[in-house]
Structure formats: C-alpha cells, structure tokens
C-alpha cells in the first residue's frame, strides 16, 4: 500500500520567508495533487503534477518520479498563506480509475 | 457560479438511522468524488465516480454507497449510520479525472451519536 510522508507537519514561518514543503511517496504513481485547506475548513486545488515543475503566482511545484518526491515552494510568504497544505497520490495510470491517497497535511503559520 | 454544493453542511444523527448527503455540481464535470477528514488521519477517499453509472471504491468504502444516476448529482448514503462514521465529508469535482483542477464542496459535519 502507497505511503504519502509529508514534511514538516508544522511550519512557523515570518512574513516574506521562501517557504518548502515536501511530499515523498513509496510506489510508483501518475499524478500528484497539491492542495490548501483554509483555516475556515474550505480546500482548493493547487496544482496537479505528472512531471516536471508548476508555477501559480508565488506558489511553485515540482516533482521528481525517479525519487518519488515533490515539494512545493512558497516565496515571499505572506500571513494569508497560512493554511494547511496537503499532498495527494494517483496510484497506476489506468484509464477506468483514479484513486487518490491523501498525505496528513502541513500546517503552516505565517507570522507578520 | 462554478460551484459544488453540499447538503446538509452539519447533520447530528442517532445511529442505525439512514440518511444521504448529497453533492451537486453545476460544471458538466465528469469526475466526483467522496472523501472523509479525521483528525491524526487526514482526507481519505471512500467512493469516485468516472462518469454517470460508473462508480468505484476509494480507501474506505466500508459503511457508505454512493450511486451516479445523473453527472450532476452524487449522493453519499449511509444505510445505518455507526458512531465511526462521525466525520467531516468532502465531495469534489473535476472535468475528467486527473485533468483540471478539483473543485471541492463546503464540507458537511456528520456526527452521529
């Protein structure tokens, strides 16, 4: 069964720091979702990766299949920023299914 | 609005006592899913949805159906609610599976007593 290992748990971070989570997994996998849970309970997608590298804003994603590892990037950080940030897996590559494995989140605290 | 709608938003319940949640979204999405959030173990996925009439088990499916009669509906139902099942709900859309984002509802917090 697919393990997804986020680090930090916890993050306490000043205003204006860059800002890496990380996101490691234990089986191959097709996709990789980052996303953010507003303190409020509301989630957003942030990106979805198969490869490669990610850019929204001040947000960066990349990945690297060979590692099975991921990170995403916060530069300049902002208290708005805080939230919790999440890690999700897509087991196979099949067409006729698509499974998501969830990591525990980071929380991350943004201070001014 | 592009939305995901869930309901109800919180819902206290006795055990054994049927009740559905429902998720509608408004984005002619193909894929819908179900997740649970629990404390100490984070989002887990119990049912998806492919498209209409195709329906599969996520991690945790044990308790719950879901059915898929129409794209935009995708109701979770639990036939006799356990205490376990006490939880907060997410329901998520996206256009086809793995492409473009995932669109998720409000939540609904499910106790059940």
């Known amino acids: 069964k697919n393990e997804v290992e986020q680090s930090p748990q916890n993050l306490t971070a000043q205003e204006g720091e860059f800002i890496t989570i990380n996101c490691s997994y234990s089986v191959g996998i097709s996709a990789l979702h980052w996303l953010q849970q507003h303190p409020g309970g509301g989630i957003v997608s942030l990106f979805m990766?198969?490869?490669g590298k990610k850019k929204h804003g001040r947000l960066i994603a990349t990945i690297n299949i060979q590692e099975k590892h991921s990170s995403l990037h916060i530069t300049a950080s902002h208290p708005r920023d805080s939230a919790v940030y999440i890690c999700?897996?897509?087991?196979?590559?099949?067409?006729?299914?698509?499974?998501?494995?969830f990591g525990k989140g980071t929380k991350l605290s943004v201070i001014p | 609005e592009a939305q995901v709608t869930q309901n109800p938003r919180y819902l206290i319940t006795v055990t054994g006592k049927k009740l559905t949640v429902t998720c509608s979204q408004n984005m002619n999405h193909e894929y819908m899913s179900w997740y649970r959030q629990d404390p100490g173990l984070g989002l887990r996925q119990i049912y998806y949805?492919?498209?209409?009439?195709?329906?599969d088990k996520g991690d945790v499916p044990e308790g719950y159906k879901v059915s898929r009669k129409e794209k935009r509906n995708f109701p979770l139902i639990l036939e006799s609610p356990s205490p376990n099942q006490t939880s907060l709900y997410f329901c998520?859309?996206?256009?086809?599976?793995?492409?473009?984002?995932?669109?998720f509802g409000p939540g609904t917090r499910l106790t059940v007593l």
């Open positions: 999700a897996v897509r087991l196979g590559s099949g067409a006729g299914s698509y499974q998501l494995t």
């Open positions: 998520a859309s996206s256009l086809l599976a793995g492409v473009g984002e995932q669109f």
């Open positions: 990766l198969s490869s």
């Open positions: 949805s492919m498209n209409v009439e195709v329906t």
